[in-house]
């Protein structure tokens, strides 16, 4: 949805170019270039996924931000939304973004770029702390989440047990198809394939169902999948209550696979 605010505006947004975001203000202050940005859709509820349409408050977060030609001071008008959804126990939440997720002081494409500059172009921690004007332990964050993901060669490896876990690595988006301005949900679930003996992941696939995880599996080598003895969906309890599946795979934790 495009809700144009005014020439300089849409110009400032086209140029910081931020995702889901636009800028309605833009200043000099000491020097310092300041901008001020807002989402640009009405979030879901993170509870029920409820479209909220009304406001409640809103305070203002400053972000850290790559440098947009230059340094440029981030502001966040964000805004705390009330959930209308009369069946859900949650009254208010404030929003978030893939972009800036609950509880992220910096943007994505900030962690990003800092992750590039150690792992791919192999920059010290500190040189890429002091070319953003990040600290060094931010940088240092950065990579340890980022290298979470970082797979093995898992054909090479023979686990025994292997677990799945289902997470959500990206906040909930809502998209409106223009022609029936129906509002779909989209879930970037993720489920990953961890080796219970030894705890590393082994393999991320898309989505909740077990389409992703079976592609996976029969990707695999046959003496690799006749290795495996069992097979434990959701072994931690805590994502067991998001779905049926989840549910089912508490009440019988272990299936074997053959
Ligand atoms: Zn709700």
């Given at each position: 949805m495009n809700e144009p605010t005014g020439v300089a505006?849409?110009?400032a947004t086209i140029l910081f170019n931020l995702p889901d975001y636009r800028v309605?203000?833009?200043?000099?202050?000491?020097?310092?270039r300041q901008v001020i940005i807002e989402t640009d859709q009405p979030p879901g509820c993170p509870s029920c996924g409820v479209i909220s349409s009304r406001r409640k408050e809103r305070r203002v977060q400053r972000l850290r931000d790559i440098p947009v030609a230059g340094p440029v001071e981030v502001l966040w008008s964000k805004y705390r939304w009330y959930c209308e959804e009369r069946a859900c126990d949650r009254l208010s939440f404030f929003e978030s973004t893939p972009q800036v997720p609950r509880r992220a002081r910096s943007t994505s494409r900030l962690r990003d770029q800092l992750v590039d500059a150690v792992i791919r172009s192999g920059r010290a921690v500190s040189e890429t702390a002091a070319g953003f004007a990040v600290s060094w332990w931010m940088v240092r964050a950065a990579v340890t989440e980022a290298c979470l993901l970082r797979l093995p060669d898992v054909d090479k490896l023979s686990p025994r047990m292997l677990g799945m876990d289902e997470h959500r690595f990206r906040s909930v988006?809502?998209?409106?198809d223009p022609a029936t301005k129906a509002w779909t949900r989209f879930e970037p679930w993720m489920t990953t394939i961890v080796d219970l003996d030894t705890g590393q992941v082994l393999g991320v696939v898309d989505g909740r169902d077990?389409?992703?995880?079976g592609d996976?599996?029969?990707?695999?080598p046959l003496e690799w999948r006749l290795a495996v003895q069992v097979v434990a969906i959701d072994p931690s309890a805590r994502s067991g209550r998001r779905c049926g599946c989840g549910f089912r795979a508490q009440q019988s934790l272990l299936i074997t696979f053959t």
């Open positions: 505006a849409d110009a309605i203000s833009t200043s000099i202050n000491a020097g310092r988006r809502y998209f409106q077990h389409k992703g995880v996976w599996l029969f990707a695999r």
